[in-house]
């Protein structure tokens, strides 16, 4: 009977695999359903009812399957939960407190679903509820960013000649550094020449408005806003506080050293950005479109599947493709973060993003640009920043009480001492709670720290790691277990069949050839190697009642034999009396109709550095190595043994390694994480279900890009060595800006309460220590 409706249901909270397959069993038995699927990774239930059932009545059925299965799971409607999803480019923004302003205000709209502002990048991304919503929320966000930030442009993500345009001045006007030029140069007039008071205070004072005016405007802008304690507003009490204890070269030079900290702390970042964009400059900018015997450029976006590029030497790949016509060798580092060219001709699949070195190649589009390898990367990089790490979300809450605590204590100090201390004076302690207010601005843990974590993502990208958040790459340094899956992990997955052994009557050829047919509809890697030895032509109308178990095998009809092809399950479920075997490898025993037959051994090669990875991952503080596999027991101790892992479970079907994974998590012994790495393919549900999942090679598998938290774009176990050092050296440069930025403005705050600290080692406290630590956090790039 054909569908009437399809229903979709997200289960947020569904953590447990078993209880996916149970709700799925039962809710197919519902009256009036004509089918249901249970996807454990994206949590989406999908009901089909037909026209026998009520759409209400079917739901509220589902709906008490659920809630008696996992009273905790939430349920909602998919059509009604669709999150839509904004990026906005916040031309010109300079200031990392009004970032974080700018995300909390956002955040606070009615229908946002959640906001972060990537103060590296200059992103905002919008994420609501409901789609109706988006243009209000678009509006009311840029009203918002432009009020905070005067003088900023909001536009959308999309628009790279704004982006370019930005780029290009990086963010500094000629005229505000003529201005700041002639009001340096009166300032400097004022303190060599000798003037009466008058005369000295007019130059001092328009030297101050030509250096600081504009800083003024904004805190009198800010605080009619209610928006009170930030750099503007702290700089402008400073400053107009020493004017007001006659301290006039002080109060210009403070203005004069922070603008101008300002301009090389802008310089800074606009590099950083920019040498982090260099990192993955791998966008193609055009491509060579075959139409006949013509070839016109045009960009990627325009190409379709199916279409004909030519790619000539030294250009970019533009698109996914299988090349058609040529040989060549491509350069794949900028994806796979590998030095070595790779050689392809006809037949080969070849990835967008790489670059071709000597020959002219023909290639047929397999993915549109948005599908293509160049463009997930590039998202994947360019919204990492959106999952901020522990780290991140505790130096923005902690600024934000940080500084109105120091406005407070200095008003005190400014205040109490002289009227409690004998000899105390206004003047003096007005001086020193002067410099707590300079020293108290948070920039430098608030810029360099983002930009830390974003340059060690960079960094990853660029050596052929995906990384999807800051939080992922901080996750990485308490690795506590690593669970690896074998096939395709720490084994090639390349098997060849090995050993044919037959029992009774039938041939080595004919046990092979009711192999094949068996395994002919399947694309398992073992399928594939016994399809390959076989090595002819399978007629598959000779092939009927074709039935796959999950886990075991499978039944057919071939040439009307009843043929049995699998592990030991599968002949122990049918009562077929079968051969133990001890062999070195998987084996598939073979049943022809109901007598064994014998049976075919398959072999997987251990992968080159998969000795050398778990070898490098214990020395660098990984607790536990585990394995988990489907293959034999004997297969998987004797790998387990060669590489001298802790642990090896073999023999499991998919959702058992979700539950040994669970059961690894229960048995931890410290508050590490647990990390699981496959290759991308079948290993969705137990990538989702670790605390850090990553594919192996999956770059290919949408499956493994949405489920997995990293992406090794190689097949290299060893990256993910790389991987944890990447994480511990960016921690590492984020806690030493930490630590060099609070140590150095507690002692001069601690001098300063103490008369000793000027306001001139407070600039430095403030913008000497910003433009330090951003120098540092760009050392994270260097991940050799």
Known sequence: MSSLAKKELILEGLNCANCAAKIEEQVKKVEGVSGASLNFVTKILTINIDSSGKQEDVLNQANQIINKLEPDVIIKDKALSRKEKKVLLLIGLDCANCATKIEKAVNSLDGVSSATVDFVSRKLTIEVDQKRDLPRVVEQASKIAVQIESGIKVVENQDKKEESKEDEDGGIKKSKAIQLGIGAALFFAAILVELPFWAEFSIFLVSYVLVGGEVVLKAVRNISRGQVFDENFLMTVATIGAFAIKEFPEGVAVMLFYQVGELFQNMAVNRSRKSISALMDIRPDYANLKVGED?????????????IIVIKPGEKVPLDGKVIEGMSMLDTSAITGESVPREVEPGNEILSGTINKNGLLTVEVTKEFGDSTVSKILDLVQNANSRKAPTEQFITKFSRYYTPVVVFVALAMAVVPPLVVSGATFSDWIYRALVFLVVSCPCALVISIPLGFFGGIGGAAKSGILVKGSNYLEALNNVDTIVFDKTGTLTKGVFKVTKISTQGHESEENLLEYAAFAESYSNHPIAISILKAYGKEINKSEIENYDEISGHGIKVSVKGKRILAGNKKLMAKENITYDEVDEIGTVVHVAIDGKYAGYIVISDEIKDDAKKATKELKAIGVRKLVMLTGDNKLVGEAIGHQLGLDEVHAELLPDQKVEKLELLEKQKKTKGKLLFVGDGINDAPVLARADVGVAMGGLGSDAAIEA??????????????????????????VWQNIVFAL?????????????????WEAVFADVGVTLIAVINAMRVMKTN
């Not at 045009?298 to 199916?306: H, M």
Request: charged letters at 25%; proline letters at 4%.
């Open 708 to 733: 997995a938290d990293i992406v090794i774009m190689t097949d290299e176990p060893s990256k993910l060595v790389n991987a944890i050092k990447i994480a511990k050296r960016t921690r590492s440069i």
């Open 295 to 307: 070839i016109k450029r045009v960009s990627p976006e325009e190409i379709s599947v199916g279409d």
């Open 743 to 759: 140590g150095v403005k507690a002692i001069v705050l601690v001098l300063g309460a103490g008369g000793i600290a000027t306001i």
